[in-house]
């Protein structure tokens, strides 16, 4: 039985919009309707949506951005790791400015992480078509596959294929929910490992990125501005700590001359919050894994793993945490007679906005008088692979109580649309540059 649709999202979009904000071409009925279209896309009946990436849900979002794009007057183009590339000739040739994000969603995600970003940077461009404006410079909108990770529990898969950060050995090792290799899910998505591999694209061809995107946090609310400045993207570590003790019964074993691991890795986790703010104002460390071995009601846990996710915008106080971590880790353990192995099994480096492209999003932010607010990025972004190798700016659009990867995921249409006028003023800065 089919399942019905009850999906109020235009709607809501369109019952506060103020139609003021409809000027030099942008359009906030057309978001509206674009967000809503993109919405019955793996819609689920709690509200968000279901887009893995490489599904058909992925693909079908994709053909709809698509057909917009061509609308709009761009060339559209597609490459063997599913990025969508749209593009519009300037009146020069060379590099181009580009724009977008992602379709892709968590299981039962929003309706706004990603598409927003791929919905700006189109209408940038639809309303120069309106308007006429032929830009100095070559103009793209990027839509990069499998942002998310929730098909492999890897994200960032497209932005890593485009610019040659996934290995030979990381593409074999990689499966998915289905136990599906990469090679196997490309073939269904209607691609091939050998396609994926000549994603690598010649970055040289792109002059900056800019990418739109909703904050997933409070500051804005707090700061009450629809639109930030993203001041660097947060480069994850993962360092996996296993205590390791000794089992026992849990009624016959005298309290005294335990080696209980559980009782350990808490202590550890109970210290945890009080090191992030000794390194920077930015870092932050979460244990949101935890494994105990046995795992028995009525035995004394032998075993704990545990990974502990750590990040900041800056790589020197992300590391020195790091350390810090596994020292005391080290400690607790040898106060307790109990064994830790520590082992870092992801580093990623973080990517800081440089200073002059902050100064030029605030030029354009105070041209709507917007107050400049400066937020670290916590959350990985295709930007941030893009950012190892060209410049790269990042805007934030005011989220509602900070929600994201829910249904819940709120951002209203007068805030997109004020995020869409401040990256075309941007844009249009940049192309004059």
């Known amino acids: 039985m089919p399942v019905k649709n009850d999906n109020p999202l235009y709607e809501e979009l369109m019952k506060d919009y103020d139609t003021t904000l409809d000027h030099s071409g942008i359009n906030g009925e057309r978001i509206a309707k674009r967000l809503y279209e993109l919405s019955q896309i793996g819609f689920v009946q709690i509200g968000g949506v279901k887009r893995p990436g490489f599904s058909d849900e992925e693909k079908a979002a994709k053909e709809l951005v698509k057909k917009w794009m061509a609308e709009a007057g761009l060339l559209v183009k597609e490459d063997g790791a599913g990025n969508i590339m749209a593009r519009l000739e300037g009146k020069s040739n060379g ?88 090679e196997q899910v490309l073939a269904h998505y209607g691609s091939s490992l050998d396609a994926f591999k000549t994603a690598k694209r010649d970055l040289s061809e792109l002059e900056l990125f800019v990418e739109v995107h909703i904050e997933q946090g409070k500051k804005l609310e707090k700061a009450d501005q629809p639109v930030g400045i993203v001041n660097g993207i947060a480069g994850p570590a993962w360092l996996e700590v296993e205590f390791v003790g000794e089992a026992g019964h849990a009624g016959n074993t005298p309290m005294i001359g335990r080696k209980d691991s559980l009782v350990t890795a808490a202590e550890f986790l109970q210290s945890i919050p009080e090191f992030p703010k000794t390194v920077s104002d930015t870092a932050v460390a979460t244990v949101g894994k935890l494994d105990v071995f046995p795992n028995g009601a009525n035995v004394i846990p032998e075993k704990v793993k545990l990974l502990v996710d750590i990040r900041d915008i800056n790589e020197e106080p992300r590391d020195r945490l790091i350390d810090q971590l596994i020292e005391q880790a080290e400690k607790i353990a040898a106060k307790n007679n109990i064994q830790v192995n520590s082992k870092l099994n992801t580093r990623i480096q973080p990517v800081p906005i440089v200073e002059d492209l902050q100064k030029r999003l605030a030029v354009s932010l105070e041209k709507f008088g917007i107050s400049p607010t400066y937020i670290p990025s916590g959350a990985g972004h295709d930007a941030m692979n893009l950012g190892r190798f060209i410049p790269v700016a990042m805007l934030f659009v005011r989220s509602k109580d900070g929600i994201s990867h829910n249904p819940k995921e709120w951002s209203s249409l007068n805030d997109c649309v004020t995020g869409i006028h401040v990256l075309k003023d941007f844009v249009e800065d940049a192309m004059n540059r």
């Open 95 to 182: 590099a181009a400015i580009a724009s977008g994000s992602h379709v892709d969603s968590v299981p039962n995600g929003g309706n706004f992480d990603g598409p927003l970003g791929v919905l700006s940077a189109l209408e940038v461009a639809a309303s120069w078509k309106e308007t006429g404006y032929i830009p100095e410079k070559p103009y793209e909108v990027i839509v990069f596959s499998d942002e998310e990770g929730s098909r492999f529990n890897s994200g960032l898969t497209g932005s890593q294929a485009m610019t040659g950060a996934i290995t030979e050995l990381e593409m074999a090792q990689l499966r998915d929910y289905n136990g599906e290799t990469l």
